[in-house]
């Protein structure tokens, strides 16, 4: 890595401390749209709160709208011992939806998709007013959800239906793979998509039969409690959908500890955890986990689009999107072309967080968040990194706002070079040949995206084939892939185990089961036959089989 910083300085940059800080901060985006408290009233939360399991007198726990920092709800939260009750229900009502055929159970998705449309607007002022992400970067989880609801709506009978397999014995045994809903899933989310990761990967589960006991991020729970309302609304049996909030040290384990199977997401230090606690059950468990991507922009990339592609692919969401681009990795020969490109592209976003669209970029979703974003940059800053655009808080638009920041002339010491920002935080690196690039892009234990820019599509699709992340995706930073969702989506290396979407994204809520019927005769000596006479027919059967490219 330190190699392909070698001439790092080659753009003159000041740093953040030089720069005039009035005349080159991001502008504010216009405001506009309701505000949180108008959006998000004492009413709402309370009928939504009435879906969390939560019995007795239970602690309340409050959150914060990000945007302004303003009280936004006093959540109820479960205890390990809701938790169990969560899991009684969910258990009683499954088995009969189970009995359903799929096309009735997959019908309800196709429902969910038609009313998630018609009333996005909801949903999109609760995931604002969670998240603080921008109005455009939340309409991403709707446009992700429906895509899941409308494929597994339609797919779901194709990937679930019984297939036949040639038997032990030709015509004598039929054997047929059939697949079981493994039962109640234990489904743990994060906060940063909270639309799509609570309700995205659970989708599949209820199409493949089975219940689910959802435990969301506390920030994000209404946003959550909502989508259970509308699928609620689209058929879903209630009980089938269980939602328990709560510390996640505490309530997460509670949810291994009872789950037929895990769908984690969320960082990979927390995914180890739930999945030695799984093993420790043997039960199995699909861990979507942190990532440290890159972008290789080639030398015959179309800078202007790449550049483009850059802002989306590392500020989307704030930079708080698992797959978002950290490292951009660019042929030395176009290195500075681009880098002014993306630089003043950056430098235009406007930043804001009313209720509508208009803003490019929203606020960081918490404290936490914000103290990682400006530790990885005033770390890099002290080390020798250059700002390039910018780098710095700004409270003057909400409490954890900071700018879309562009560091150059990052090292292997710096924590931002391998470590996870999770915020709206890219570095430049420059290489000369393909090989170097990619020891570049794998270098790091993660493996979730990747992004690849060239005119040369043959070029790109080679090259993807060197990289070990679970997407990649040529000529676009993430959401090709991620919108292909009848493809897999997961990652490989510390990015984790198991995938949504596509086949797998079904199949892991199921468990196979073959069964085998056998006719007319058994697979043993029979007809008089004495077992050496036996051995000899089968060994002649298969020399037979074999002949006839039969097995
Ligand atoms: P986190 O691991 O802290 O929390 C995720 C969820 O796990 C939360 O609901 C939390 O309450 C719960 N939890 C916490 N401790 C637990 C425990 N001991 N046992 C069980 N559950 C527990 O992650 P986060 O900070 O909320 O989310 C950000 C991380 O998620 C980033 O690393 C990001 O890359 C990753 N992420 C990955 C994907 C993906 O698809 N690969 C998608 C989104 C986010």
Sequence with gaps: MTDLTADATAIEQPGAADRN?????????????????????PSLVSRLAAGITAAGEPALVETVAPLTGELLAGLPQSTPADVEVAFQLARRAQPAWAALPVRRRAAVLLRFHDLLLKRQDEVLDLIQAETGKARLHAFEEVLAVAMAARHYGRA????????????????????????????????????????????????????????????????TALTALWARELLIEAGLPADLWQVVIGDGPVIGPAVVEHADYVSFTGSTRTGREVAQRAAARLVGASLELGGKNAMLVLADADLDRAAEGAVRACFSSAG??????????????????FLARF?????????????????????????????????????????????VAGGRARPDLGPFFHEPTILDGVTAD???????????????????TEDEAVTAANSTPYGLNSSVW?????????????????????????????????????????????????????????EAQTVASQRLMPIAPAFGLDDRQFAAVLTGGLRVLKALRFK
Excluded at 325 to 333: A, D
Excluded at 487 to 497: C, I, N, Y
Aim: net charge positive; aromatic share 4%.
């Design 21 to 41: 800080p009035a005349a080159d901060r991001n502008p504010a985006a216009p405001g506009g749209g309701r505000t949180v408290a108008a959006a998000v009233p």
């Design 156 to 219: 779901a009978h194709s990937y679930l239906r019984d297939k036949r397999h040639g038997g032990a014995l030709p015509v004598l045994t039929q054997a047929i793979e059939a697949r079981r809903p493994k039962g109640v899933i234990g489904h743990i989310s994060p906060w940063n998509y909270p639309l799509e990761l609570s309700i995205g990967d659970a989708l599949p589960a209820f199409a493949a039969g089975n219940a689910v006991v959802n435990k969301p991020d506390t920030q």
């Design 320 to 337: 708080q999107l698992c797959i978002s681009i950290e490292r951009l990795l660019v042929h030395r020969s176009v290195a500075d072309e």
């Design 343 to 387: 630089a003043a592209r950056t430098r235009a976003l406007r930043l804001g967080g009313g209720l509508a669209y208009g803003a490019d970029m929203g606020s960081l979703v918490s404290v936490r968040q914000l103290d990682a974003t400006v530790r990885h940059v005033e770390d890099a800053v002290k080390a020798g990194a250059t700002v």
């Design 414 to 432: 710096m924590a931002v070079c391998a470590e996870e920002t999770f915020g709206p935080v890219v570095a430049v690196y420059r290489f000369d």
């Design 454 to 510: 060239t005119r040369d599509l043959r070029r790109g699709r080679k090259l993807a084939a060197r990289l070990r992340t679970g997407t990649v995706n040529v000529n676009e930073g993430y959401a090709a892939a991620y919108g292909s969702v009848s493809s897999p989506m997961g990652g490989m290396g510390e990015s984790g185990l198991g995938r949504r979407h596509g086949a797998e994204g079904i199949l892991r809520y199921t």
